[in-house]
């Protein structure tokens, strides 16, 4: 799971919880999203967080 474009994703995340911009206690919506925004989301931490999209297609990626 840790290519690049994840790999900078989960970084941010990281450094704004740490620099207490964010929490993981936080409520978190994330627009247009899918599996990978799910997967990275529950790594954080993150419990309390809602991924939609759009493209209902996007459920049987999972």
């Known amino acids: 799971m840790r290519d690049v474009v994840t790999g900078f994703y989960v970084d941010v995340l990281e450094r704004l919880i740490a620099a207490g911009t964010i929490?993981?206690?936080d409520s978190v919506?994330?627009?247009?999203?899918?599996?990978?925004?799910?997967?990275?989301?529950?790594?954080?931490?993150?419990?309390?967080?809602?991924?939609?999209?759009?493209?209902?297609?996007?459920a049987n990626h999972r």
Not at 29 to 57: H, K, Q, W, Y
């Open 29 to 58: 919506l994330v627009v247009c999203g899918g599996p990978l925004d799910e997967r990275v989301m529950r790594r954080i931490g993150f419990s309390d967080f809602r991924v939609t999209n759009l493209d209902a297609g996007m």
């Open 23 to 25: 929490s993981i206690s």
